[in-house]
T-cell receptor, first 110, second 118 residues
Framework: DSGVTQTPKHLITATGQRVTLRCSPRSGDLSVYWYQQSLDQGLQFLIQYYNGEERAKGNILERFSAQQFPDLHSELNLSSLELGDSALYFC?????????FGPGTRLTVL | AQSVAQPEDQVNVAEGNPLTVKCTYSVSGNPYLFWYVQYPNRGLQFLLKYITGDNLVKGSYGFEAEFNKSQTSFHLKKPSALVSDSALYFCAVREAENYGGSQGNLIFGKGTKLSVKP
């Protein structure tokens, strides 16, 4: 157990809908990262927050957004969902150089 | 631009034999290198990392990796494979200069499926 929690574990929704994925980092970790894992794209970095502020952006679509709250938990919002958004979404947290990953949320868009 | 290559989609090894999973990287500065393992329907588990110092890094579950700067490689090794080692292995890199709580996202390879047969 990495200490990073993600909810929900599974999410099934329809095209055009909006969903929110939640991540609680390890106690004391200030950085939260979001990654998307899909069969065709592999593991791709989406966005990083550090102590409530956006710090880096990767291949994140404009339909996606995220935030980190004062208690350091983070939410990833995915809107206007498309079939291609079906993937495993991971969050990771770190205080040093090592990122520890949560179990992921599997999103299925029908 | 940073990149990681894992040249083998799959590695097959007999139980008890040594295993090697290959990784090469490209970064403009000094690299921080990582290996993660993913079991089916699970998240990524951290195995080991190279930051600086000794080129041979030891990690969890008997795994080790050797950093080779001239060959820009960071191959994962284990002297004696177990059936339970069968999983998907990812190599990742980030630039050392981004360390310190600022930008520090990882660039992952495509993964190598390790299959250990009894």
């Amino acid at each position: 157990d990495s200490g990073v929690t993600q909810t929900p574990k599974h999410l099934i929704t329809a095209t055009g809908q909006r969903v929110t994925l939640r991540c609680s980092p390890r106690s004391g970790d200030l950085s939260v990262y979001w990654y998307q894992q899909s069969l065709d794209q592999g593991l791709q970095f989406l966005i990083q927050y550090y102590n409530g502020e956006e710090r880096a952006k990767g291949n994140i679509l404009e339909r996606f957004s995220a935030q980190q709250f004062p208690d350091l938990h983070s939410e990833l919002n995915l809107s206007s969902l498309e079939l291609g958004d079906s993937a495993l979404y991971f969050c990771a947290s770190s205080v040093g150089s090592t990122q520890y990953f949560g179990p992921g949320t599997r999103l299925t868009v029908l | 631009a940073q990149s990681v290559a894992q040249p083998e989609d799959q590695v097959n090894v007999a139980e008890g034999n040594p295993l090697t999973v290959k990784c090469t990287y490209s970064v403009s500065g000094n690299p921080y290198l990582f290996w993660y393992v993913q079991y089916p329907n699970r998240g990524l588990q951290f195995l080991l990392k190279y930051i600086t110092g000794d080129n041979l890094v030891k990690g969890s579950y008997g795994f080790e990796a050797e950093f080779n700067k001239s060959q820009t490689s960071f191959h994962l090794k284990k002297p004696s494979a177990l059936v339970s080692d069968s999983a998907l292995y990812f190599c990742a890199v980030r630039e050392a200069e981004n360390y310190g709580g600022s930008q520090g996202n990882l660039i992952f390879g495509k993964g190598t499926k390790l299959s250990v047969k009894p």
